[in-house]
């Protein structure tokens, strides 16, 4: 058979296996052969997995037009209502997908089947994409994020994530956004300045704002520990997790965490701009991303973001979502050097993510009644989509036929963000939600067909996985194993402790005066120092009780060897304070000479 010919019907169903829509474009498996044979590399590919969720009937009243006949068909019967029926255009249809999930699925079968793989393939260094598709009230935000005693995708996602890797994590501001939709790696030393200037600036903030804190994580505090294994963590990397929010309203992109520390504000999120990275990924532009550093935290975020989600009331749904909701999960991870210590920044480091979206539902307004604002939002949903659909469609026919039919990616915000994913090397899984209601076939019946579509497009095969180097195994515990030995032997007092103090924080703010009437750079100092200063009498009371504590722990006979050392001021103080709690031993300083005697 000639490439770019479509095939015979009877061809068609020994190739898929089900029976697809009549008026939708068929193509046969020999020209899938043929058109890869023209190509000089042939890269794998893999299809796009697609699964399909089935909700109970929303209303007792409601009659099913589904029947789900094995764990990958469904069978559609036309309502007598439906258009297509009086037209005679459609009769029982069948529907196949990677996986059919009956209505009284649970949660976390959904995310097993679904999203589990996903996460395995992105802690060996790819990039995955799930999106859940379906009409408006079918259960896409149910099943992305579920609700409180019942949570979803998502904070299964994040449960699992930090199950793995709680006692992997590296250093907070280890790993840096480079702003370019990279990371850098800092010094050990310049990521504690930086967690010290957050500490700072949440002491400074922290105080005027205690009463509108909220504890959104606690939503799914009832959620169940997820605790599957994920296969690819390895004991001998450190892994930095860093999450960000955005929506696609009517066409543009809105970060959801920006300004979020500013949680009593109701100030709205700036437009962003959707750019191309040198590895030709798609990100947002100077989005909010926030290294997390548990599960709770990186839930808290989430909820804020969907807080400020527009959704609204329309027929279909109470609680419909009015935009597209993308919540990514970017894994940062490096190996820890030959000797089990924290890699060096010279070293690689590998960035993989997990995007998980949540789309605004397609909807008909005849049946939605949408007016004003409304109207305006499903119309951009719906057209949204649509791009979606062809892009999808173009993009199987180019693969199957070997045509160079336009992929328009760039007309849509939605289908620009994520055409890499479909372009470059990636996983890509979605999940269809419907409603089995009568009412819905004839819409239902377009879902099918976007289903049918993409089940049948290929993505890349991931190739870049991340690289061990030739090790030796079990270096962090070893590490482990020497750093406790060496603490016991400081404990003994038979090796010496090199460490430091912590420095005291952030810099000092701009000391510009530029209006000699401005009194705000006088306040600021001021309310610096005081800060600075509590700071310091934090830092001197945790290193005179440290030093006390490691005198204090001496043998009396060590005591006695140290009657006469050259010490600072500081250690003066350590040992007044040790001698005070001894009864029995006196000191005496002079000249810098400390003098201990036992009574
Ligand atoms: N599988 C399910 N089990 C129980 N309740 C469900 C299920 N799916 C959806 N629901 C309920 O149905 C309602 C609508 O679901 P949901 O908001 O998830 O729809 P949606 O597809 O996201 O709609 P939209 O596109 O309008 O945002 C919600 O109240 C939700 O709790």
Redesign the pocket.
């Known amino acids: 058979m000639q490439a770019g010919s479509r095939c015979k019907q009877t061809d068609l169903m020994a190739y898929t296996q089900h029976v697809t829509f009549l008026d939708a474009p068929v193509y046969c498996k020999a020209s899938v052969k043929k058109a890869s044979e023209k190509g000089q590399q042939i890269k794998e590919r893999d299809k796009i997995k697609v699964f399909c969720r089935v ?2 009937l ?1 209303d007792e009243n409601d009659i099913s037009c589904m029947k789900i006949l094995s764990n990958n068909t469904i069978a559609l019967t036309p309502p007598a209502t439906s258009v297509g029926t009086q037209t005679g255009k459609y009769r029982e249809i069948h529907c196949t997908f990677h996986h059919v999930f009956e ?1 009284d699925v649970t949660q976390e079968t959904i995310f097993e089947h679904t999203t589990l793989p996903l996460i395995n393939e992105v802690f060996k260094g790819r990039n995955c994409l799930l999106f859940a598709y ?1 009409l ?7 099943s992305m994020t579920g ?1 409180p005693q019942n949570a979803g995708i998502i904070p299964r996602s994040l449960d699992v994530i930090f199950n793995n890797i709680m006692h992997l994590q590296a250093e907070k501001f280890v790993f840096k956004p480079d702003k370019m939709n990279g990371f850098e790696m800092q010094s050990e030393e310049d990521a504690r300045k930086e967690r010290q200037r957050e500490l700072a600036a949440y002491m400074k903030s922290a105080r005027p704002q205690k009463f509108i804190q909220r504890d959104d994580s606690t939503e799914y505090g009832q959620q169940t520990s997820h605790c599957a294994q994920i296969e690819n963590i390895n004991e001998d990397s450190i892994y930095a997790i860093f999450v960000s929010c955005v929506e696609i309203y009517n066409n543009a992109v809105y970060d959801l965490l920006e300004h979020t520390s500013d949680y009593g504000s109701l100030k709205h999120p700036q437009r962003k701009l959707i750019r191309e990275d040198s590895a030709h990924n798609m990100y947002v532009h100077d989005v909010v991303e926030v290294e997390v550093k548990s599960s709770k935290e990186a839930l808290a975020l989430f909820c804020k973001g969907m807080h400020r989600r527009r959704t609204s009331f ?1 027929f ?2 109470r ?3 009015r935009s597209h909701a993308v919540f990514t999960i970017r894994v940062v991870q490096a190996v820890l050097h030959r000797f089990g210590g924290a890699p060096e920044q010279k070293e690689a480091h590998y960035v993989s993510q997990l995007c998980l979206v ?1 789309l ?2 397609s909807e008909r307004t005849s049946r939605t009644k949408n007016t004003g604002q409304r109207l305006m939002e499903s119309g951009n949903i719906n057209n949204s989509l649509m791009t979606l659909k062809i892009c999808l469609a173009n993009l199987r026919e180019n693969q199957m036929l070997g045509t160079k039919k336009l992929v328009p990616f760039r007309d849509s915000k939605l289908t620009y963000l994520f055409k890499n994913f479909f372009e470059g090397e990636s996983c890509v899984h979605a999940l269809v ?1 419907v409603n089995p209601r009568d009412a819905d076939f004839d819409e239902t019946i377009h879902v099918m067909k976007f289903a049918d579509t993409v089940k049948e497009v290929q993505v890349l095969h991931p190739s870049s996985t991340v690289q061990n180097p030739c090790f030796p195994l079990g270096r962090r515990e070893a590490n482990q194993i020497f750093h406790d030995a060496l603490q016991k032997l400081e404990q003994n007092n038979q090796v010496h402790s090199s460490e430091g103090i912590s420095s005291l924080s952030s810099d000092f703010p701009c000391l510009k005066l530029k209006d000699p009437i401005d009194d705000k750079l006088i306040n600021n100092l001021a309310v610096f120092l005081e800060h600075r200063n509590e700071q310091y009498c934090l830092l001197r009371q945790a290193w005179v009780q440290k030093v006390t504590k490691y005198f204090t722990g001496l043998d009396f006979n060590i005591k006695q060897k140290l009657k006469k050392r050259t010490l600072s001021q500081n250690t003066k103080l350590a040992f007044c304070v040790l001698v005070n709690e001894e009864a029995n031993i006196t000191a005496r300083v002079d000249e810098g000479v400390v003098y201990l005697m036992k009574q």
């Not at 408006?136 to 149910?142: E, F, N, P, Q, R």
């Open positions: 909700r109970s929303p209505e379906g408006s009230g079918s259960g896409k935000t149910y609700e329309t279909l749904n609680d419909s979502s949540d605004g539902g939600c």
